[in-house]
């Protein structure tokens, strides 16, 4: 049944009037918001309640998506779309006199991610909704997300993110689904009378696990999947001896904050609180949920998928040995066979410093039972493996080494499935950072390139663009992403170049006015919009991007009369908070900026944009109006990247290292249709092991690097306090770990190129044009097939009319 526009108006003022008991004339704009969020999701019930009992009823497998971050960004949008009640939701406001995008504002965007892995795992819920797969998400309700971010003289200040102030429409409280997680304490093994071996606890921390769903809407195809978030509460019957507020602390802090580095793993108690918290809770919920199907616990793996998203949540390994030790008296040998099927794993990073490794001490403290159980897990690796592969590499692979849980073989030992997120990623892992599991276990490596929901990315972010493909290319593309390759028909078609190029620059118009109204800064629409958005990592070289833009100020001022094709920088980044070094290059290009944009000598030539407190909603702003798409860490350090795909998605070309899924872009789009620059990842790693690699040697030997890197530390750039001399100095004097000095040439003449192009506004957005036609195969709809197909053993429930059809070209 449609919904009319008067039937909405009807409806929705009658809703508003419910909730406030008065006209919605009278409502401020977060309580129309509020209104309309709830008038959706009252909508959407129906489908919500139908898609849990339809998966109950046929008994069908489901996957659980466990990840301790998601990041889904703003839901009204989204959701009205999938629904197919955008436009009737848009008229209908407007006949009220208001307008869809001024009531989003007032939504929070729930930053409850650090970045790529949290938006990943969003992108893959809203996929495994849209194609019908019976899959739910398990994490964590944080009650602040990711710090704000502000800028103060330059300098990244944090504050908390209270996402929760003015209430979340989207989530259900569901307190019939509450479970209890333990603790500390001391634990043993007693027989009981039926001869059973039983845990007994005493002295624990109890602590109520609360869920709250959240809606995860199909596009048109009437499913709605489940997004379970949890929240740490004292249990009700204990709440006598929690006195004062002060007594209640080390239960609420459980869920109060999202850990903010996502590159440098420290042994904090509390994060290990977390991670257990929402895998106790996870695990629970299911087996709970498997009871409803009446089957034996040996048919589990049949059933239900675990997927562990990085290590964080790989403590589901023994908490679900556990439960069918102690709980469902199964033997070691039925549980860890159940385990092990149910349970596979993604690596996101091969950064060491990130990977998690606990003290065991602190383990054995906080989880007696788990470590008990990790202690086994180890000891029958060990007595396996030992006698076949030798002690060499049995204590390479151990979870147990040097006092610490090393919870990525935990993940590798009790997973049937092990994946890289880009082909290179998984080479990588293969030959480098688990090389020795690799060989002990070749079948259970396989790569998923990461994927993007276009939904999001194109459909919503740049209607233009959406527009613009619909009237070449038909709605065929909308469900079945492959179609975008018709677009590559229009390449030599001149009225298409124009009107695409008339589409990106009314998008930049659009972001220009957006960074005056915000910033203060005019730039020109008709600049290369050039976009390096994503966390701020040395391996990521936001640092390399500044050289540049310092070099070019430089040239600009000592050749006024030259040339320049105009440019605007533009930045979203956040440093961890105690990421010194990520910190001092933010300041470093905000003081940067400060100069560049003030100096009249520069005027259109050349501006530096630097957005605060960059985030999902910020990213569907700069994405449709970008140009350039900056992605330039050292090969080999980025594990797949998916910036990369959003924007030339959306028709930005790739300036970009051969790293990650960069190489996949390559691949698809073609070489003459980006900028590549930079060293392979096999000349990283040669150089890494000739390990005579000296940068002081390249600075002082080119002139050019040497001037723009002297004026990091000559007061060229004002109002820095030692942050350039920092800079500097990792560069020049302690050798460069991220081999900045050695792509800085290289880079430099790729972007000579960018300027060159540009220049040529027909052949540019020919080559846009040729991106945005070859961007279908990182569709996240096709990564989640891939999953659900090779991992997951899991199918599309839904009857699909326009099922993913496979690629013409697949990744593997
Ligand atoms: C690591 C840690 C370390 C312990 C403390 C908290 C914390 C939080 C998050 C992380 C995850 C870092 C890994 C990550 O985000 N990897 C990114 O994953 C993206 C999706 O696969 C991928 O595109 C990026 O290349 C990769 O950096």
Redesign the pocket.
């Given at each position: 049944m449609t919904l009319t526009v008067k039937a909405f108006i009807k409806e929705f003022k009658s809703q508003f009037q419910s909730m406030y008991a008065y006209s919605y004339k009278e409502g401020s704009t977060e309580q129309l918001y509020n209104a309309l969020g709830l008038y959706i999701k009252n909508y959407l019930s129906r489908n919500w309640k139908e898609t849990k009992e339809d998966y109950v009823e046929n008994s069908v497998k489901q996957v659980y998506y466990f990840s301790?971050?998601f990041l889904p960004g703003r839901q009204l949008e989204s959701n009205a779309y999938n629904l197919g009640l955008l436009d009737t939701i848009k008229e209908g406001l407007n006949e009220m006199g208001m307008s869809l995008e001024e009531l989003e504002e007032a939504e929070a965007d729930p930053a409850l991610g650090?970045?790529?892995?949290g938006r990943?795992a969003s992108c893959f819920m809203d996929s495994l909704a849209s194609l019908g797969v019976p899959g739910n998400g398990n994490g964590i309700r944080y009650q602040y997300g990711l710090f704000k971010q502000k800028f103060v003289d330059g300098y990244q200040v944090e504050l908390p993110e209270n996402w929760l102030r003015y209430r979340n429409v989207w989530e259900t409280r569901n307190d019939k689904s509450t479970c209890m997680v333990k603790f500390g304490g001391n634990v043993w093994l007693e027989k009981n009378h039926l001869g059973y071996m039983e845990a007994k606890y005493e002295n624990t921390l109890n602590v109520l696990a609360v869920p709250y769903d959240t809606p995860m809407v199909g596009y048109r195809n009437n499913v709605v999947n489940n997004l379970r978030l949890w929240s740490a509460e004292i249990p009700v019957e204990e709440e006598e001896n929690y006195h004062t507020l002060e007594a209640t602390e080390p239960i609420k802090e459980i869920t109060q904050v999202l850990?903010p580095?996502?590159?440098?793993?420290?042994g904090r108690l509390l994060?290990l609180k977390q991670e257990y918290f929402m895998v106790s809770a996870g695990v629970q919920s299911i087996l709970r949920h498997y009871k409803k199907y009446n089957l034996p616990r040996k048919n589990i793996p049949d059933k239900v998928a675990i997927h562990i998203n990085?290590t964080?949540p790989a403590l589901v390994i023994p908490e679900m040995m556990r439960i069918l030790l102690d709980e469902e008296h199964l033997s070691w040998e039925q549980a860890w066979e159940i385990t092990f099927k149910t349970c596979s794993y993604t690596n996101?990073?091969i950064l060491r410093e990130?990977l998690?490794k606990w003290p065991i001490d602190m383990m054995k403290d906080l989880l007696p039972r788990i470590y008990m159980i990790i202690e086994e897990i180890n000891q029958r690796f060990v007595d396996t493996t030992a006698p076949i592969y030798g002690d060499r590499i049995t204590w390479q692979t151990a979870i147990l080494q040097n006092g610490v849980v090393n919870m990525a073989h935990l993940a590798v030992i009790g997973s049937h499935s092990i994946n890289g997120?880009a082909k290179l990623h998984t080479e990588i892992l293969m030959e480098d950072v688990l090389k020795d599991f690799f060989e002990l276990y070749p079948e259970r490596f396989n790569n998923k390139t990461?994927g993007i929901t276009q939904r999001r990315w194109m459909h919503l972010a740049n209607p233009g663009l959406t527009r613009l493909l619909d009237e070449k290319i038909g709605e065929e593309w909308k469900k079945n992403p492959s179609e975008l390759k018709v677009f590559k028909g229009f390449e030599q078609d001149e009225k298409t170049i124009k009107e695409l190029a008339k589409v990106k620059f009314e998008n930049k118009q659009r972001l220009a006015d957006y960074i005056e109204e915000l910033q203060g800064i005019k730039v020109n629409p008709k600049a290369i919009f050039d976009v390096q958005i994503k966390r701020l990592h040395a391996y990521k070289r936001q640092h390399l991007n500044m050289l540049h833009i310092l070099y070019r100020y430089l040239d600009i001022k000592e050749n006024p009369s030259k040339d320049f094709v105009p440019r605007v920088f533009i930045f979203g980044a956040k440093a961890a908070p105690s990421y010194m070094y990520a910190k001092q290059i933010i300041k470093v290009i905000n003081s940067l900026a400060e100069l560049i944009n003030n100096d009249p000598d520069v005027g259109d030539k050349l501006k530096v944009v630097f957005f605060e407190n960059y985030g999902v909603s910020l990213a569907e702003k700069i994405i449709p109006a970008a140009d350039i798409s900056e992605q330039i860490s050292l090969a080999s350090m980025?594990?797949?990247?998916?910036s990369n795909m959003k924007l030339m998605a959306n028709g930005a070309l790739t300036l970009a290292t051969l790293d990650?899924a960069n190489i996949e872009i390559k691949d698809f789009v073609g070489e003459e249709n980006m900028f590549i620059f930079g060293l392979s990842s096999k000349e990283v790693y040669e150089l890494k092991a000739a390990g005579n690699y000296n940068s002081k040697g390249i600075y002082e030997s080119n002139e050019k690097l040497r001037h723009t890197l002297d004026a990091l530390t000559n007061d060229t750039i004002p109002g820095l306090n030692g942050e350039g001399y920092a800079v500097f100095d990792s560069l020049v004097n302690y050798n460069d770990e991220y081999f900045v000095l050695k792509d800085f040439e290289s880079y430099i003449k790729a972007q000579e190129k960018v300027d060159a192009l540009y220049r040529n506004t027909d052949e540019w957005t020919r080559k846009s044009l040729l991106n945005i036609a070859s961007s279908a195969p990182f569709s996240a709809d096709y990564t989640i097939k891939r999953y659900a197909d090779d991992i997951w053993k899991v199918k599309q429930h839904s009857e699909q009319k326009d099922s993913v059809q496979p690629l013409d070209e697949p990744l593997t």
């Open positions: 301790m971050e650090n970045g790529g892995l990943l850990y580095d996502d590159s440098n793993y420290e994060r990085d964080h996101h990073t990130a998690e997120v990461n980025e594990a797949s990247g998916t990650g």
